[in-house]
């Protein structure tokens, strides 16, 4: 049997005629592939159009942009951040090598886990999230590379369809130019890891005080989290939906093979443990006043000699002065004191560490939280104008020392008096409300007596305190001295605590004045080559490759003399002395700390601001704390308010440079001297109290004898003047005598002034019928003014400007005469004449019938 034949083409022809599709249907068909095709791979042709046509981003086609990024070092050499020139931003470049693998891994797995594969765009993940759109009718996940992601944030676009295709195209456009890892850590530095924080660096330092590499895979996954929703996950506001995201991030890397069961257990286990909040970039405000020049010349980068370039703006590194530990340290003891005191309405503080050998700034907390909006904690208490209170007091007394023979044991007087000045008379009071009658210069200076310190401004005049303040770099003081007059004693002007913390370091160098630095070296960009600015692509070279260059040093003779160096001693040695503040502050005040240490408090009108600023021999700290909008605090004064973190913040200035004791007196210039404790002056027998003084040795062989205490004879039988009593009924007693200034307040206070009435038991007292002796080798003496003493008159007051002229009077006296210039003015108790001023020089002297006449002192009235 013939094995059947196959069948010929005609029969084919045939059955596709009778059963395959019909030429029309066939061009349809062919055609609706033909779209399919053109519908799939057009836009994939447009796109590589586009990214053809779409120009790298500036920042991605510059290598010199790395060039000048600027990395800020302590003093240690310790990195505490990096800027980018021109970045307001906290920032720190780190190259792709320094991350470490953690956040690498978890970055893939939170954002793009296809990066290694897909060419700048994911079609897998674009398809998952079509579809799960098109089930959900919602966005369930997203599509966005790591790739666009870095586009959007160097090109930000509205997330429209072409918004998202020029995304796309500048996504492809990136693969084509740059490798996979230089995509990865351009996203790394680039993309914002929480509000106002660009790149994982910053990040990482900010929230963990780490660097990304020694970061736990918890700590990675974290920050891996936050670029999907910055603010959203900003742990700040709440931990809660960050350890979520967190923890759904450390599943994905689980399911990806990025990390093993065991570590993502220990890793969920984790708590989110953020670093003490402190400005966590290292010393925000203290980089701002470098970068402006806020600071002054020569403390920043402003090199010395007239038309010295400066390099800011093109170092690659910026070693500052300070050291990172003690700023960390001291910015929480701020922001502590801050959440301590906002229930008595105190909203923020600053504070400034100095190294007095060199002026160099160790520690610079502008406010107590830069974040902090409400608190405005943007501004910079450091450089702002606020008054400094009492804290001028030891410079006003310094200056008296010099210029009008002051000296620590020097009687003062605090009772009550009044100053003329432009707005009336001025009539200041103390802060316990009390007056405390004749007080040693050591004593109202350590109990920050108020009155006293007017008196002796009053007596040098605002001029000459004005310019010796401006000689200590308080230059902000720059109105007239008429504006300031005497209350600038008690810091009736505005100050930066900068300058104020300087002023107080030339106090702790024995009167030598160098201005504060900030800086210490920088090193500057070195040019690009001609063929690194035609690569392509870049990746971000450490920074620092420049040259060192040092700023000049601390003058080596130490700075310019501005105080007097025996006179300066003395002021330290007093505001040492943590017994003669006993009466205002107590025993174990905050002031009282376990080293010497040299402070003063202050406080100004209206319990605006709060001062305290002191020094060891090596450290001055100065503190403030208030608000920055100028409103009162509830009642807090400096030794309530700056003065515990004051305390706290010379303990960590003291692990940094260990406290030792103030240098001796020099024995040639200063002499320890015994003086009456009430008078100040040379004791007899008559004095009970006596103190232990330091003096310039010229004073110290000038003191005369005490003229405070008197020996008198008394009827014991009624306390009066004994006269002619016999020796039986006599006793000698000791009694006080006080100026006519001082009388009134001695009265009052009840303090043992001698009778001026002879016993009627007995004979009459030698001298006029009745009357007590005439004080017979006794003296009158100029109260006031001192002599030098300079008045200036100010011509835009149309009242009368005048000054009370005053004589010490001795018991018995009835009356005296003013001799002013030759003129002899007669005049009873209180023995005190309000004279007008009249412009010239002027001479005075005081005579009194039976007792000797003062000496003639001099002053003037310009």
Known sequence: MRAPSPPGPGCAGRWLARFGPRPRARRILRRAAQIALALAVAPWLLLATLAALTPLPPELAAPEDHAVSTVLLDRHGTVLRELRAGDGTRARWLPLSEAGDRIQRALLAAEDKRFARHPGVDPIAIARAVGQLAAERRVVSGASTITQQLART????????????????????????????????????????????????????????????????AEAAALASMPRGPALYDPRRGTGPLERRRNRVLDRMLEAGLAGEAEVARARAEPIALAPKGGGLGAPHLVRAVLGGALGPGAGLDTEGPGAASPRGRATSITLTIDRGLQREIEVLAQQTVRGLSDRDVGAAAVVVIENATGEILAYVGSHDIEDAAGLGHNDGVLALRQPGSALKPF???????????????????????????????????????????????????NSYNVPAVWAAAALGPERILARLRDLGLRSLDREPSRYGVAIALGDGEVRLVDLANAYATLARGGLYLPVRAVRSFASASPPSPSSQAASSVSPAPSGSGAPAELPAAPPEGGARVLDAARARVIVDILADDRARLASFGEGNVLDLPFPVAAKTGTSKGFRDNIAVGFTPDVTVAVWVGNFDGSPMGGVSGITGAGPLFRDAMLAAARVRPPRPFDPPDPEQLAEVEVCALSGMRPTAACPHRRHELLPRGDAAALSPCD???????????????????????????????????????????????????SPLCGALPGAPGAPPSGAGARVRVSYPPDGARFVLD????????????????????????????????????????????????????????????????????
């Not at 009242?799 to 005469?817: K, M």
Request: overall charge neutral; proline content about 8%.
């Open 708 to 758: 405070m205490h008197e020996t008198v004879r008394v009827d014991r039988r009624n306390g009066l003047r004994a006269g002619a009593c016999p020796d039986a009924v006599v006793e000698e007693r000791v009694f006080e005598r006080y100026d006519a200034e001082l009388t009134a307040w001695a009265r009052a206070a009840g303090r043992p002034l001698a009778p001026e009435a002879a």
């Open 795 to 862: 011509p835009s007051i149309n009242s009368l400007q005048a000054i009370r002229l005053r004589a010490g009077v001795p018991p018995g006296v009835p009356r005296v005469r003013f001799v002013l210039d030759g003129r002899p003015i007669e005049v009873g108790p209180p023995f005190a004449l309000d004279w007008p001023l009249v412009a010239g020089a002027h001479r005075l002297r005081i005579d009194a019938d039976g007792a000797a006449a003062s000496e003639e002192i001099a002053f003037s009235v310009e």
């Open 396 to 446: 006003v007394y310094e200056l008296a020392m010099e210029q009008l023979g002051f000296t620590a044991a020097t009687v003062l007087p605090d009772v009550e008096l009044s100053f003329p000045t432009a707005d009336g008379n001025y009539a200041p009071r103390n802060y316990d409300g009390r007056f405390h009658g004749p007080v040693r210069l050591r004593d109202a200076l350590a």
């Open 154 to 217: 160097l090109v930000p676009r509205p997330r429209t369809t072409r918004g998202k295709l020029g995304e796309a195209a500048l996504a492809l456009r990136i693969e084509a130019s740059l490798s996979k890892r230089e995509i990865l850590e351009q996203y790394l530095n680039r993309v914002a890891f929480g509000p106002g924080l660009r790149g994982v660096e910053a990040a990482s330092r900010f929230y963990f005080d780490k660097p990304t590499r020694d970061l736990s895979l």
